[in-house]
C-alpha cells in the first residue's frame, strides 16, 4: 500500500523526488560498468576542479611571483594537502558507513552517522586549525623549507590552516553525499569554489602582488563560499531520511563504526603523507630551483593520478552497498572493471608524461631549470602511472570491504620499507637526480600492489581471514 501510495504522489513530493533520484544512485542493480562510470565521473571532475586549486596557486604565482614564492606554495601546499588527506580519508569511515546503512535500507541510521560524524570532524578541524597556525614555523623548519622562502612558506601554511574549519566542513559534505551515491552536488560544490579560487588567485597575486599569502587568502575564501553555497544546496535537496538538529551529537555505537572504519585509512595516509614529506626534505636540500620544480611537478602528478584516484574514492562508495545488500561478486566484478578502464588511461598518461613532461611542467612555471627539475622528476611518476591503476582500485574495494586495517598496513609497508629507504639512498648515491629520488614511488607501488593481490588471493581461497578481520 505504501508503494502504492508513493506511486501516486505529485512531480513535486520530495518523497517522489528522492525515489526518482536514487534510482540511479542505487548501485546494487544493473550494468556494472555504466553504474560505476556514471558515478565516477563527477568525482573525478570534482576532483579536477579541486586539483585546480593548487595548480591555480601555482600557475598564478609562477607568472606572477618568485621563484621563492614557487618554492612557499610548493611546501606549505604540501603540508596542507597532507593534512587535508588525513581528513579526507578519516571520512571514508561516514561514506563508507553511510553506504552500507543504504544499502541495507536503513536510512534513519545513516543520518545518526552523519549527525556524529559533523560533531567527530568540527572537533579534528579545530585541533588542525590551532596546530597549523601556531606551529607554521615549525612545520616550515621540519620541511627544511629553504631560506630564501621560510618566511613565506611559515605564512602560507599559517593562513591556510587559519581557515582548517572550513576545509573539514568542505571535505565531510563530499563524503556525506557520496555515501548516499551522490557525486553530482560535490562536483556542483567544487565548480563553485574553483570559480571563487581563480578570481582570487588572479586579485590577490595578479593585482595586488600578495605572492603567496594572496594564494592562500584565495583558497581560504573561496572554500568558505563554497560550504556555504553547500548548505543551502542541501536544504533543497531530498534526502532519504528527515535530518534534524537533535542528530547533531556524539552517539557512541556510530562513533565507533567511523573511528573503526576511519582510522586505519587516515593513520596510513598520515604516514604515507609524511613520507611524502621527507621527500620534498630531502629535494629542498638540493635548493630553492628543485623545491621549485618538484613543486610544480607534484600539480602535474594531480592531474595525471585523477582516474586512478577517482576509481578509488567511487569503489569505495559502489563495493559498501553492495556488500551491505549481500552482493560480493557484484563487487568483485566493480574491481576488474575499474582496473580495466583505469589501466587505459594509465598507459596513455605514462607516455604523455615520460616523454612530453616539459610541456606539462611549462604549464606551472616559465623558470628553464625549474620546468627542467619538474621533468626529471616527473618521468619517475610516469612510470606509477602504470601501476596505480591497481593499486588505488584495490583500496577502494579493501575499504568498501570495512578490511582498512589491511589498507594501512600495506600503505605503511610501502612508505617505510622501500619510498622513504629508496629516496635516501638515491639521495646519496645518485648524485642529485630528481629522477633517481622520485623512483621511490613506483618502488613502494609495487610492493603494495604484490600485498593487495596476495590479500585478494587469500580471501577469495577463504584461508587466514582473520588477519583481515577488524
Known sequence: MLDKARDQLPLFCPAFLWRYTMKDNNFTEGPILPKLLKFMLPVMFAMFLQAMYGAVDLLVVGRFGS???????????QIIMTLTNILVSFSMGVTVGVGQRIGQKKPDEAAQIIGTGLMIFAMTGAVLTVLCV?????????????????????????ICGGGFLIITAYNLLGSIFRGLGDSKTPLIAVGISCACNIAGDLLFVAVFD???????????????????ISFLIIRKTPLPFDFKMTMLKLKKKYALTIIRIGTPIALQDLLVGISFLVMLAIVNRLGVTASAGVGVAEKVCVFIMLVPIAFMQSMSAFVAQNMGAGLP?????????????????GVAMFLITFFHGDLLAGIFANNADTVRDAWDYLRAYAIDCLLTCFLFCFIGYYNGLEKTGFVMIQGICGAFLVRIPVAFLMQHFGNGSLFLIG???????ILQITMCFIAYFLMNRKKLNSIFAD
Not at 621563484?67 to 601546499?77: C, L, Q
Not at 600578495?210 to 560550504?227: C, D, H, N, R
Not at 561478486?329 to 587505459?344: E, H, M, N, P, Q
Open 439 to 445: 623512483l621511490a614511488t613506483p618502488c613502494s607501488t
Open 67 to 77: 621563484t621563492a614564492d614557487v618554492s612557499a606554495v610548493s611546501t606549505g601546499s
Open 210 to 228: 600578495l605572492g603567496s599569502s594572496g594564494a592562500a587568502l584565495a583558497t581560504v575564501i573561496s572554500q568558505t563560499i563554497s560550504v556555504i
Open 134 to 158: 601556531i606551529g607554521a614555523n615549525a612545520l616550515a623548519s621540519t620541511m627544511q623549507a629553504p631560506q630564501e622562502a621560510f618566511d613565506l612558506t611559515a605564512k602560507y601554511i599559517r
Open 329 to 345: 561478486d557484484r563487487a568483485k566484478k566493480a574491481l576488474t572493471s575499474g582496473i580495466a578502464v583505469s589501466f587505459a588511461f
